[in-house]
């Protein structure tokens, strides 16, 4: 299809460090806004920290997930982005026990969940009920 000396940006791959990526990406790198509709049965816990949306099946996956993809310490912002939580500067041991006490219980997964469901973007009206 493409002649010999066609330059190799022609050619519909992505280049990621000199690695070329063609394929599908595996489910758990699938961009974060359709990252809602990747939700499996038994999986009822969602990591909602800013534009996270993962699914887990425990408020103990949710944890794990949240302290080292988003806590870790080469890649935490310093402060908690947790949807609704007040963005204080924390050090990120502070941070990973306040993670755990306040956005990682049961009950504070399952709040977070319902305000979700009720758009926290002010008071928009459900647009189909």
């Known amino acids: 299809l493409f002649p010999q000396s066609t330059p190799a940006t022609s050619i519909p791959t992505v280049q990621v460090q000199g690695q070329q990526m063609n ?13 809602e509709q990747m939700k499996k049965p038994g999986q009822n816990f969602m990591c909602l920290w800013q534009s996270c949306k993962k699914w887990f099946q425990t408020p103990s996956q949710v944890f794990y997930h949240a302290a080292t993809e988003h806590g870790g310490k080469d890649v935490y912002p310093g402060q908690c982005l947790w949807e ?7 050090q990120r041991f502070s941070f990973i026990t ?18 979700d469901e009720h758009g926290q973007a ?3 009206k459900p647009s189909n009920k």
């Open 122 to 124: 002010g008071n928009q």
């Open 23 to 35: 394929l599908q990406p595996p489910s758990y790198t699938a961009a974060s806004q359709h990252a």
């Open 98 to 115: 306040h993670l755990q006490d306040k956005h990682c219980s049961r009950d504070a997964l399952l709040a977070g969940l319902k305000q």
């Open 84 to 90: 609704g939580c007040e963005p204080f500067q924390r």
